[in-house]
C-alpha cells in the first residue's frame, strides 16, 4: 500500500522560513509527477507548486519567486523550501504524487498525503 508522509509545518512569524518534506513509500513501479497542495479554512484546495518527473516545475502566482520545489527521485521524496512567509499562506498543506504502483496493468492515479499545518502569525 502506497503512503505518502509529511513533515515540516509549524507555526512561524510572517518573513520567516519553512521547509516541507514529503516522501512516498510502498510498492511504486513509478512517480510521474509531484507537488504541493494547500486548503485554508473556507477556501478550496490549491495548487502551490508541482514538479514533473523530467523536472519541469510549476507555482501558484502568488508564491514565485519565494517558494522553489525540488525532487530526490531515488527517494520518492519532494520539498518544498518556503522563504518569505505570509500570514495569507497560512493553510494545511498537502503532498500529492501521480504514480503507478507496482503490479501488472497498474495506471497513474493520485494519492495525498494526511496534510501538514503551516501557520504564519503577523
Known amino acids: 500500500q502506497v503512503q505518502l508522509v509529511e513533515s515540516g509545518g509549524g507555526l512561524v512569524q510572517a518573513g520567516g522560513s519553512l521547509r516541507l518534506s514529503c516522501a512516498a513509500s510502498?510498492?511504486?513501479?513509478?512517480?510521474?509527477?509531484m507537488g504541493w497542495y494547500r486548503q485554508a479554512p473556507g477556501k478550496q484546495r490549491e495548487l502551490v507548486a508541482a514538479i514533473t518527473s523530467g523536472g519541469n516545475t510549476n507555482y501558484a502566482d502568488s508564491v514565485k519567486g519565494r517558494f522553489t520545489i525540488s525532487r530526490d527521485y531515488p527517494k520518492n521524496a519532494v520539498y518544498l523550501q518556503m522563504n518569505s512567509l505570509k500570514p495569507e499562506d497560512t493553510a494545511v498543506y498537502y503532498c500529492?504524487?501521480?504514480?503507478?504502483?507496482?503490479?501488472?496493468?497498474?495506471?497513474?492515479?493520485?494519492?495525498w498525503g494526511q496534510g501538514t499545518q503551516v501557520t504564519v502569525s503577523s
Open positions: 510502498g510498492s511504486i513501479r513509478d512517480i510521474n509527477a
Open positions: 500529492n504524487a501521480v504514480l503507478r504502483e507496482d503490479y501488472y496493468g497498474s495506471r497513474y492515479y493520485d494519492y
